[in-house]
């Protein structure tokens, strides 16, 4: 009789076969509904969330028009009850001079910003960086008066050349040479030297002497600040990005935000301008004209209060029959690099640091540079 031999049992597979079976048995128990219910819980979630925050949104939005609206009303009310007061205020003459000064430096220097803005959108939209890498010498010692001599081109005044300044930093250009650029562009172009050939006919070597001076004191303040200036006191402020834009609406974006930067400041600067020019007595002027140092630094102060545009300056100058010509050099040297609206303007592109830093500096300088070529010139 044959003896069956029985086979033994392996318990490393029985065990995983009841695995296998274990999990056969949980995916069959498993509901779809709760699988889908589970994954859209976070969906869910995050769609609740973020309609919170879109309602909250608006909810400041709308307080924030309804605060807007409330104050306006408001201010329109004062208007109304108290249009007497101002009215009396408005016909006095202190206020009519301040009127007269703050209107005159807005006419004067807003064509010329916004030629500057125009300049400035265009140059930060349709010129490659690469330009300015070709253009200017590597070396930023040489890169200076390069810069300087390129003011000439420009057929505005300092409101027009602060934005476009501005411009050239953003593009790469080595702030010395930017800088550089700022100061000479308002006093040696082409528009300003004719005004100053019309307003000195009997003094033709004031035209060269208006070229010499202010070229050379920019470019000293630009090698001044390859040499001691820091990039974290340039601080301009964000601009919008423009990337997938076309390019005539990334320009006119760049306009937008150029106008309301420098036109602000610019207000600002013409109504300090008013303001010291209408509490200021005439008196002082002819005092100060006896002494020659006197002299100097009064018109270096008058022309930072006046704030006049580069292309009327001369003919103010030339009014000023009492002082040296060295003095109205000065004026002339001055009031381009450094004024009341220029400080605001230069404020709002560049940052406060810088303009505290850059103002004081210039105005020195400019001073010095004056000096030292009236004696060699006039």
Same mark, same amino acid.
């Given at each position: 009789?044959?003896?069956?031999?029985?086979?033994?049992t392996?318990?490393?597979d029985?065990?995983?076969?009841k695995?296998?079976?274990?999990?056969?048995?949980?995916?069959?128990?498993?509901? +779809?509904?709760?699988?889908?219910?589970?994954?859209?819980?976070?969906?869910?979630?995050?769609?609740?969330?973020?309609?919170?925050?879109?309602?909250e949104?608006?909810s400041v939005?709308?307080?924030?028009a309804d605060?807007?609206?409330?104050?306006?009303?408001?201010?329109l009310?004062?208007?109304?009850v108290?249009?007497?007061?101002?009215?009396?205020?408005?016909?006095a +003459?202190?206020?009519?001079?301040?009127?007269?000064v703050?209107?005159?430096?807005?006419?004067?220097?807003? +064509?010329?910003?916004?030629?500057?803005?125009?300049?400035?959108?265009?140059?930060a939209?349709?010129?490659?960086?690469?330009?300015?890498a070709?253009?200017?010498?590597?070396?930023?010692?040489?890169?200076?008066?390069v810069?300087?001599?390129?003011?000439?081109v420009?057929?505005?005044?300092?409101?027009a050349?602060?934005?476009?300044?501005?411009?050239?930093?953003?593009r790469?250009?080595?702030?010395?040479?930017?800088?550089?650029?700022?100061l000479?562009?308002?006093?040696?172009n082409?528009?300003?030297?004719?005004?100053t050939?019309?307003?000195?006919?009997? !003094?033709?070597?004031m035209?060269?002497?208006r070229?010499?001076g202010?070229?050379?004191?920019?470019?000293v303040m630009?090698?001044?600040?390859?040499?001691?200036?820091?990039?974290?006191w340039?601080?301009?402020?964000?601009?919008?990005?423009?990337?997938g834009?076309g390019?005539?609406?990334?320009?006119w974006?760049?306009?937008?935000?150029?106008?309301?930067h420098?036109?602000?400041?610019?207000?600002?600067? @013409?109504?300090?301008?008013?303001t010291?020019?209408?509490?200021?007595?005439?008196?002082?002027l002819?005092t @100060? @004209?006896? !002494?020659p140092?006197?002299?100097?630094?009064?018109?270096a102060?008058l022309?930072?209060?006046?704030?006049?545009c580069?292309?009327?300056?001369?003919?103010?100058?030339a009014?000023?029959?009492?002082?040296?010509?060295?003095?109205?050099?000065?004026?002339?040297?001055?009031?381009?690099?450094?004024?009341?609206?220029?400080?605001?303007?230069?404020?709002?592109?560049?940052?406060?640091?810088?303009?505290l830093?850059?103002?004081?500096?210039?105005?020195?300088?400019?001073?010095?540079?004056?000096?030292?070529?009236?004696?060699v010139?006039?």
């Amino acid at each position: 009789m044959a003896l069956t031999r029985a086979e033994p049992t392996r318990p490393a597979d029985t065990l995983h076969t009841k695995a296998a079976d274990t999990e056969t048995v949980d995916t069959k128990s498993v509901d +779809p509904k709760t699988v889908a219910t589970q994954s859209a819980e976070p969906q869910s979630t995050k769609s609740q969330s973020t309609e919170s925050q879109s309602t909250e949104s608006q909810s400041v939005e709308s307080k924030s028009a309804d605060t807007k609206s409330l104050a306006l009303i408001v201010l329109l009310l004062v208007l109304v009850v108290l249009q007497g007061p101002i009215r009396g205020a408005l016909s006095a +003459p202190v206020m009519q001079s301040w009127m007269t000064v703050f209107v005159a430096v807005l006419v004067q220097a807003l +064509p010329f910003l916004i030629l500057g803005v125009l300049l400035s959108a265009a140059i930060a939209v349709f010129v490659p960086a690469s330009f300015f890498a070709r253009a200017l010498p590597k070396r930023p010692a040489l890169a200076v008066p390069v810069a300087g001599m390129a003011g000439a081109v420009l057929p505005g005044c300092e409101c027009a050349s602060v934005p476009v300044a501005g411009a050239l930093v953003r593009r790469g250009v080595t702030p010395a040479a930017a800088l550089a650029f700022l100061l000479s562009a308002p006093a040696i172009n082409p528009i300003v030297l004719t005004a100053t050939a019309v307003a000195f006919p009997r !003094n033709p070597e004031m035209v060269l002497a208006r070229f010499v001076g202010s070229l050379l004191v920019a470019c000293v303040m630009g090698w001044l600040w390859q040499r001691l200036g820091r990039t974290d006191w340039l601080r301009p402020p964000e601009r919008p990005h423009h990337e997938g834009q076309g390019k005539g609406a990334a320009f006119w974006d760049s306009v937008r935000h150029d106008v309301m930067h420098a036109g602000g400041f610019l207000v600002i600067g @013409a109504m300090a301008a008013a303001t010291l020019k209408a509490i200021a007595p005439a008196s002082w002027l002819r005092t @100060a @004209a006896d !002494n020659p140092l006197v002299a100097i630094l009064a018109l270096a102060v008058l022309a930072v209060l006046l704030s006049i545009c580069s292309e009327a300056d001369a003919f103010v100058a030339a009014s000023l029959t009492q002082f040296s010509l060295t003095a109205k050099l000065v004026f002339l040297v001055v009031g381009p690099m450094i004024d009341l609206k220029l400080f605001a303007m230069q404020a709002g592109t560049f940052g406060r640091g810088f303009a505290l830093r850059f103002a004081p500096a210039t105005f020195a300088l400019a001073i010095v540079g004056a000096v030292l070529t009236g004696a060699v010139l006039l």
